[in-house]
Every structure is written in C-alpha cells, then in structure tokens.
C-alpha cells in the first residue's frame, strides 16, 4: 500500500463536520502505515497554511511532524475530519476499515454540504480500486424486518443523494456508491 500523502477529508468551511473512526486489523506504527495527524490541522487557520505551504515543501510523509496513532488490533482511532492526516510505510495487505459519522444535516447550508459530499462519494469505489462494491451492505438497505427507524434513515440518505431511489418493484433501496469491502 505504500505512503498515503498529506491531506483532509473535509475542511473547516464546511457545513456539518464529520468524525472517522479507523480501526486496524493488523499492528501499525510509525513504519507500518499507521495514521499521523496533524495536531490543530481541523482549525480553519492552521489548516489553509498547511494547504499552502504542505506540497511546495515536497516533504515525505515522514518527515513531517506529526502525532502518530500506534493502534493494535481491537484500537479504534477516532478523529475531526477537517484533520490532515496521512501515513508512512503501509505494507500491502494491510487490513484495515473506517466508519465515517455525520450529523444528520439539519438547515439548507448543512443540506447543501451533504449533497456536495454525496456527489463526491460517487466515484469512492474507482478511487480505491474496487469498482462494483457497494459502500452500504444489500441486506441493510432491503430492511427486512421493516424497522421503521432504518425505513426513515433509508428515505433521508435518499434525500440527500447517498441512495438511489427505491427499485419500483420492490421498494428497496440502492447505493449510489461503491465503496471497498473488507478484504478477505
């Protein structure tokens, strides 16, 4: 898997931030991938100079001062979005996942900012090398034991792009994105 390069997955400007929460399944230290944050990085300030500033020094990774999240299997590494974050040193085959929350957007700016990210989500799959995958489980969006609670979280995830519409024959949900299962 090699380096992953400097960068945020959010930015301070925008709408309804989020938190990731990586967990690995493998060990991972400061030589084996595991992540570096960028302490401060989420605060608007900061973060615009680190943009600026970050690729006309042509650092590697590991030269650039960090805290590093040292993580064995069963840690959780929870963190602000807005956050740059990278790693050095990550074998292939490294196992790992990540869960990303977000607050359910409430007003039309925070709507807005969850649109935008839906559409960016599109093409996650292709990104990471997994085309054809789906970022939510088939059996999650059938809903079928008719749970009116994931029935609602089903029609807002619609309303805001992350799903297709309902198949008209069958009322279930499709994603509109792919994401990367767990290997293996």
């Known amino acids: 898997m090699g380096d992953t390069n400097w960068h945020p997955d959010s930015y301070p400007n925008q709408k309804n931030p989020g938190v990731k929460f990586a967990f690995y399944l493998d060990p991972v230290d ?6 570096r944050l960028i302490p401060g990085s989420h605060q608007q300030a900061f973060h ?3 943009r600026a500033s970050l690729p006309a020094l042509d650092l590697a990774v590991a030269d650039v001062p ?3 999240c040292a993580s064995h299997p069963g840690d959780v590494v929870a963190f602000n979005m807005r ?12 196992r790992m996942s990540t869960c990303v929350y977000f607050p359910n957007p ?18 996650s799959a292709a990104k990471f090398g997994r085309p054809g995958q789906s970022m939510y489980p088939p059996e999650w969006l059938a809903n079928p034991q ?7 979280w089903l029609e807002r995830l619609g309303e805001l792009g992350f799903l297709a519409p ?4 069958r009322g279930v949900y499709r994603s509109r994105h792919r994401m990367p299962a767990s290997p293996g």
Do not use: F, I, M, N
């Open 30 to 35: 400061a030589t084996s991938g595991a992540l």
């Open 48 to 50: 615009e100079q680190l």
């Open 66 to 68: 960090a805290y590093v």
């Open 83 to 94: 956050c740059w974050h990278a790693s050095h040193g990550g074998a292939t085959g490294r």
């Open 106 to 123: 409430q007003g039309e700016a925070e709507e807005a900012a969850a649109r935008k990210r839906a559409a960016r989500y599109k093409d």
């Open 146 to 152: 008719g749970s009116p609670t994931r029935q609602r």
């Open 166 to 169: 309902p198949d008209a024959h």
